[in-house]
């Protein structure tokens, strides 16, 4: 049936008392291309002189896992959304167009007002207790924390992402109310690691988060040797022994 297709996804988790509501953006078109950048981990190799600590003197050893970005173009328009006549988001594009999709891009980059405000009310009662600087006891209290947010692009990636560029091009405006009717957005995501999904405060969250990047992990994994059925002819003869 045209106009029904698997579409890419953000979900975004915030905490309203003690339950994470999410909040899924979906993509109104899917881009037409991504960028999936790898970058290695950090060797543990030493750079000169003896190896001084388990694993560093093996020149394959890391630190952790590699680091995953993706980049692409989000292509919005709210002549489309009007025109498909489907309450209440046709009501909703004829009046503010497509800036409450663009709100919600935005707010992927902004801390939660509530882990804010608990940040500064823990920094307050240190200060107050003489636990700052003064008493020379260093604290590391997180003022604020940008949403947790999952990357689904199909149901063969969905990945704990950071949301690391947000860069939009407005093309068309209601002349009326010069809200933005056309627009593309630049976004860039960093794949959570696996380290860094352990160091997330909010316990539900975080097993949502870990479910994801293991069923990823384990995917990857399974498709990896799946790959050596097509390898398996084309080495035969290639290797010595």
Do not use: C
């Not at 909010?202 to 992990?217: E, F, H, P, Q, R």
Request: charged share 15%; aromatic share 8%.
């Amino acid at each position: 049936m045209p106009g029904k297709y698997f579409r890419g996804a953000f979900i975004e988790f915030t905490s309203a008392m003690l339950i994470p509501i999410p909040n899924v953006i979906v993509f109104q078109y899917n881009p037409e291309s991504l960028t999936h950048t790898w970058s290695p981990a950090a060797s543990l190799a030493p750079s000169g002189g003896s190896a001084q600590g388990p694993g560093q003197g093996n020149p394959l050893a890391v630190s952790g896992d590699p680091g995953e970005e993706f980049s692409f173009t989000l292509a919005m328009d709210a002549a489309d959304t009007v025109a498909d006549g489907f309450p209440p988001a046709s009501a909703l594009a004829s009046v503010a167009g497509i800036y409450p999709r663009l709100a919600a891009l935005e707010m992927l980059l902004f801390p939660s007002t509530s882990s804010g405000g608990a940040g500064a009310a823990l920094a307050a009662a240190a200060s107050a207790l003489g636990g700052g600087a003064a008493a020379g006891v260093q604290r590391s209290v997180p003022m604020a924390v940008v949403p947790t947010v999952l990357f689904v692009w199909g149901p063969g990636r969905i990945l704990p992402v950071r949301v690391t560029s947000l860069r939009i091009n407005e093309k068309l405006y209601d002349p009326t109310l010069l809200v933005p009717t056309h627009a593309e957005a630049e976004i860039g995501l960093k794949v959570l690691t696996s380290l860094e999904i352990e160091a997330l405060d909010d316990g539900l969250v975080k097993d949502i988060v870990k479910t994801a990047y293991s069923y990823m992990s384990t995917l990857r994994q399974g498709l990896a040797l799946a790959n050596l059925v097509n390898s398996a002819d084309s080495i035969i003869g290639m290797l010595p022994f």
